[in-house]
């Protein structure tokens, strides 16, 4: 009989939680002994009433004390596996559930047939952490506790990959003025447009936001949101637009975040956002990463200079407490001593890191080659840098036949980032947990970077960062 199936995922570190998945005639039940486990469900025909609907709804609840606090659904035709309605259809919908003490995350993949390794079925992953995370640097190092006196590298900083790639707000913006002679200059700028060279421009014009979609959507949230999970480290690659995507578009001439040279977050906006943050919640910090790796040399950089004044100015904004800014020196020193002096965001510009990341091992649709990544990973790598990152998200889009098959076939839920992503965060995560403070013991801040940032990764930058600085 013709049947569909979906693994499930899920994550919870709140008290009085519970999460049911269900379909006709099935149903799986986790609570927080299940996390960082899947379960698998099938929509099958023979549980749907009618002799010809093939149409089975499959919903996610999230039940605290047993009353409902939020769900979500999608309708899926057994017979071709293809989602037909429902509340998570599409990516950018997957708006986080806030209730009054909790932060409740999700995602949704599309699968198709299985083919180039994908996963031939559906991927639903839901999370739920503490609200209480939006000061957790507080909670584990609280003002003038023996933890606060330790230095600022004994935290361990939960890190949304891309950060300003969460929205197509910016992207769309140029794609509604695109042109031919538009779409003619990105394919000289940007090399995965060489996996479409047999289209024609007007055809990779229609595709375009589904490749963009595919290669540099990473996140889902608001920074704001980011900063609630308990997020502290983001990496940004400030520049200005492409001239070709300035010429053709109403954005303002300032800079953005840049994945190569398609334009997310803007970097004011960015600042504006983490200073509200910081001056709403006077115990926390942020580090912030300025960095410029591919992208393209005809996007302007901002100077040391520029980056300096748009960071006092943004400073200057916060009026709850003063609030500065300091550089790697900040690493050094005692946490309570940097909040003595309102030094909360401390900015680094293309710092040494030492790095699980490489294009040949992340180029993947399974967890082996990360978990290998960071099995090499040692306390003597970590020596000569500020920074130890471990990343958790693959970069499948680099897979040629994934990437084109995603976009070919897509579906508002048919990224290949979103294919990978709760299937290896249930290894990568149990591997920092149990791992990592073992093998990285130099006295230097630890990244815990990934895709689309959720409550189990924070959960883990914070439980790593009390381990450290209780020793």
């Known amino acids: 009989m013709p049947s569909k199936g979906i693994t ?14 269900s379909v006709p005639e099935g149903n799986v039940h986790n609570t927080s002994a299940d996390n960082f486990t899947s379960k698998n469900l099938e929509i099958e025909s023979a549980n749907i009433p009618g002799k010809f609907d093939f149409v089975g709804r499959f919903e996610w609840r999230v039940l605290h004390h047993g009353q409902v606090v939020g769900s979500a659904y999608n309708d899926i035709n057994c017979l071709t596996g293809k989602v037909q309605d429902g509340t998570m ?27 180039f390794g994908l996963p031939d079925r559906h991927q639903c992953y839901v ?47 140029f794609f509604t003025a695109a042109n031919a002679d538009a779409i003619a200059d990105l394919r000289k700028y940007l090399p995965v447009l060489s996996f479409f060279e047999e289209l024609p421009d007007h055809l990779l014009h229609e595709k375009l936001p589904n490749i963009v979609y595919g290669v540099a959507i990473t996140q889902k949230k608001e920074v704001p949101i980011m900063l609630g999970l308990g997020a502290r480290y983001f990496e940004f690659r400030p520049a200005k637009l492409l001239p070709i995507i300035r010429k053709v578009s109403s954005l303002p001439d300032k800079f953005y975040f ?28 942020v580090v912030l990463h300025i960095r410029w790796d591919n992208i393209v040399s005809d996007c302007q950089r901002p100077t040391e200079q520029e980056i300096d004044d748009m960071l006092t100015e943004a400073c200057a904004q916060a009026v709850n407490q003063p609030l500065a800014w300091g550089g790697r020196e900040c690493f050094s020193e005692p946490i309570d001593a940097l909040r003595k002096n309102g030094q909360r965001l401390i ?39 500020d920074l130890t990152i471990l990343q958790c998200q693959a970069t499948s889009q680099s897979i040629k036949e994934v990437l084109v098959y995603s976009v070919l076939s897509a579906h508002s839920a048919t990224s290949c980032l979103t294919s990978t992503k709760a299937q290896l965060d249930t290894q ?27 409550g189990a990764t924070t959960d883990t930058s914070i ?9």
């Open 89 to 115: 259809t599409s990516t950018v919908h997957f708006l986080p559930l806030v209730t009054s003490d909790a932060i409740i995350t999700y995602g949704f993949y599309a699968a198709g047939h299985g083919k």
């Open 347 to 385: 900015c680094v510009i293309q710092a040494e890191k030492y790095d699980s990341w490489t294009a040949e091992a992340y180029a993947t649709l399974s967890a082996e080659p990360i978990l290998e990544r960071f099995e090499s990973m040692n306390t003597e790598g970590q020596e000569d840098t």
């Open 8 to 21: 499930v995922f899920s994550y919870i570190s709140v008290e009085g939680y519970e999460i049911d998945f």
């Open 428 to 454: 990568t995560l149990p591997w920092i947990r149990q791992n990592a403070l073992e093998r990285l013991q130099a006295e230097k801040t630890i990244v815990i970077m990934n895709d689309f940032i959720d």
């Open 258 to 285: 840049q994945h190569a040279c398609i334009p997310g977050l803007a970097f004011d906006e960015f600042l504006a956002q983490q200073v509200a943050f910081l001056d709403k919640h006077p115990t926390e910090f």
């Open 127 to 173: 999370t739920i952490c503490s609200r209480s995370n939006e000061s957790w640097m507080g909670t584990v190092a609280p003002p003038g506790s023996p933890q606060a006196q330790k230095p600022f590298s004994r935290f361990v900083l939960a890190a949304p990959h891309d950060n300003g790639m969460n929205s197509m707000r910016t992207c769309d913006a």
């Open 463 to 471: 439980m790593l960062s009390k381990t450290r600085l209780e020793n």
